[in-house]
């Protein structure tokens, strides 16, 4: 399949991208990477009469080291967090999450900004980005604002962006040395979305502590406060995430609940070993 | 209509583009490239993998109106460069393929695994393989092309 027929606009700056998006009245929509965007497009599943492809705006690529946060550019791609070009105040943290994203020719074009603002459920970036206590800024025609990444992830495919709005950046507070952190992904394939994600992130410096969940059949990311505390303290076992599990997301198939619980598990595990 | 300027195998290329073309219906119905295959068109096959400033992407998924600036390598674009040549070598020699199909974007990726990594075992190099679909060879002859390209190069 082919994307149909639409109006394509590559502007160079944040604010031509703005003004192209309001003309669009609704109809209009941001072209990061494309890497889910292109092929929801070929298979029709997504609509647009006008891409805006925001790719050769240069700001939105830049990555920079702003003193107490790390500032990227929505449109820095998977790849280069991967490489390492982000600098490392996560212990690794944003290069293994980058790293274990699709295939690298994917990630060579998709981007962190994309991730978020695509809001799909099974996505690792808003999972990574809410337990790093992770902030949006986000362009409009009526100014700027910032929001947490948990504020920003509304639901399945659906953020708190207005038509009108586009995702800049995402501030990542640096961590200390001492953050522990870790990243489960359950697949059968490498390469594939994970059926159930989790991540566990505890920084006894900064007091970061955090227990995130993210999956389709969950609805996307979910922060799991009940297990946080335990993170830090508490002795925690299988029946115990079980039940968080139930209180935090509902009734979940068995399988489901199984695959979560063991991967909360084993992030909790990580982090506390 | 838009327009559209990029570099492809080496030749600058200017024109006129519908905007909803992918940048393989580009270089296959517009430039004549039809090394450039279409498997699946949308990102999960890998065949159309082709090189933009020298790292792979999916040109299936990828719109040929982003393309402005950049340089394309298509399988027919490597010419005589030494780690493709060695890799042309290593595939034929371990049977790396049978039909074909998915031998440009095969090659395409393992250009790139064989340029980033210094070593990888099989496991890795299975895994940074696993975007790209091959059903014909069962993927042992072009594990151990890249196997060999990847000791070549530490020799």
Redesign the interface.
């Known amino acids: 399949m082919k994307a149909p027929a639409l109006e394509f606009h590559r502007p160079d700056t944040v604010q031509a991208a703005l003004a192209i998006l309001a003309e669009g009245d609704g109809a209009a929509r941001v072209l990061a990477g494309g890497q889910s965007l292109v092929p929801m497009l070929n298979l029709r599943v997504a609509f647009a009469e006008t891409l805006v492809d925001i790719g050769a705006i240069q700001e939105l690529a830049a990555i920079e080291d702003a003193g107490n946060h790390v500032r990227l550019g929505a449109s820095v791609s998977h790849a280069r967090i991967e490489d390492g070009q982000t600098g490392d105040y996560f212990g690794g943290m944003l290069g293994h999450v980058a790293g274990n994203i699709a295939y690298r020719a994917i990630r060579n074009r998709g981007t962190i900004g994309g991730s978020l603002a695509h809001a799909d459920p099974a996505a690792d970036w808003p999972v990574a980005m809410i337990a790093l206590g992770a902030n949006v800024e986000i362009a409009g025609s009526n100014g700027s604002r910032k929001l947490p990444v948990d504020e920003f992830m509304v639901d399945v495919f659906t953020t708190a962006l207005q038509e009108d709005e586009i995702l800049t950046a995402i501030c990542i507070p640096k961590a200390s040395p001492k953050l522990r952190w870790s990243f489960q992904k359950m697949r059968k394939k490498a390469g594939a979305f994970g059926e159930a994600i989790a991540a566990a992130v505890h920084d006894p410096e900064s007091g970061l502590c955090r227990v995130v969940a993210g999956s389709s059949a969950i609805g996307g990311p979910q922060r799991f406060t009940l297990l946080e505390t335990a993170l830090q303290d508490g002795d925690v076992d299988d029946d115990a995430i079980r039940d968080a599990v139930t209180r935090t997301i509902g009734s979940l198939g068995r399988y489901e609940t199984q695959i979560h619980t063991v991967c909360l598990r084993r992030a909790i595990e990580e982090v506390r070993t | 209509m838009?327009t559209l300027s990029l570099t492809v195998n080496g030749r600058q290329v200017s024109t006129e583009i519908?905007?909803?073309l992918?940048l393989a219906?580009f270089l296959r119905e517009r430039l004549s490239l039809k090394g450039t295959h279409l498997g699946c068109?949308?990102?999960a096959c890998?065949a159309c993998?082709v090189l933009?400033d020298g790292?792979?992407?999916?040109s299936?998924?990828?719109?040929a109106?982003?393309c402005?600036g950049v340089e394309i390598t298509t399988v027919e674009g490597y010419d005589d460069n030494k780690l493709m040549s060695r890799l042309r070598r290593a595939f034929r020699e371990e049977h790396a393929l049978q039909c074909g199909y998915c031998t440009p974007g095969m090659l395409?990726?393992a250009y790139?695994i064989v340029s980033?990594l210094d070593r990888a075992d099989e496991n890795e190099i299975?895994?940074?393989l696993?975007?790209?679909v091959c059903r014909c060879t069962g993927y042992r002859g072009i594990v151990r092309a890249i196997e060999r390209c990847i000791a070549e190069k530490n020799a």
């Open positions: 838009t519908d905007p909803r992918n219906d068109e949308h990102g890998g993998t933009m790292m792979p992407i999916r299936c998924i990828t719109m109106a982003s402005d395409a990726t790139d980033r299975r895994a940074a696993a975007g790209c």
